[in-house]
Nanobody
């Protein structure tokens, strides 16, 4: 049974930082590219960042480039999203996704999401 479990969300002030984690199980983690997505209230879910199977290549949407960093630890079956210089417009439910294809808008597997709220 495939599971992706996100954690690390919460309430943070503008300019602050959070680190999200996504623990994977039920599939061979190192065979899958991983990505982070987010969905703000009233908006469609959007791709934020992606990382290849070995972690050698990363890619970011312009809205988070230079502020967010995606990484993975294949020994721990976990992918991370370090979020710095957070803005109110980063407020959303954040999801991780797994797919054998690289940087896809709709992955094969989704997590349940973790809420990130940026507010003073």
């Amino acid at each position: 049974q495939v599971q992706l479990v996100e954690s690390g969300g919460g309430l943070v002030q503008p300019g602050g930082s959070l680190r999200l984690s996504c623990a994977a199980s039920g599939f061979t983690f190192s065979n899958y590219a991983m990505s982070w997505y987010r969905q703000a209230p009233g908006k469609e879910r959007e791709l934020v960042a992606g990382i290849t199977r070995a972690g050698s290549i990363t890619k970011y949407e312009d809205s988070v480039k230079g502020r967010f960093t995606i990484s993975r630890d294949n020994a721990k079956n976990t992918v991370y999203l370090q979020m710095n210089s957070l803005k109110p417009e980063d407020t959303a439910v954040y999801y991780c996704g797994a797919d054998s294809r690289w940087y896809v808008r709709v992955p094969t597997y989704w997590g349940q999401g973790t809420q990130v709220t940026v507010s003073s």
